[in-house]
């Protein structure tokens, strides 16, 4: 399965409150409810302090990268899956 939640929109100008209506969800929820489920899942995330800590938290797989964005300028996101990304 894959999940894109909105970005994390603590903090002002974060780019969750900016780019989405519906922005306020429960992050750490969304990491409890993956972590009781069965299914495998990638996932795309912002790589803010607090989404790397449920990352641990929940002993989920992570690699980082950078995507482009709109404007053509680069950002660091995070990849997290249930299983190892590479073997």
């Not at 690699?63 to 073997?87: D, Q, Y």
Request: proline share 6%.
């Amino acid at each position: 399965m894959f999940l894109d939640p909105p970005y994390t929109a603590r903090g002002g100008k974060r780019a969750g409150s900016r780019l989405y209506d519906h922005s306020n969800i429960d992050h750490a929820a969304l990491f409890s409810i993956l972590a009781e489920h069965e299914a495998n899942f990638l996932m795309t995330y912002d790589p803010a302090p607090e989404i790397v800590e449920l990352i641990h938290k929940h002993d989920f797989n992570a690699v980082g990268l950078f995507v482009k964005n709109g404007h053509h300028n680069k950002m660091r996101e995070i990849v997290i899956t249930s299983e190892p990304l590479f073997a």
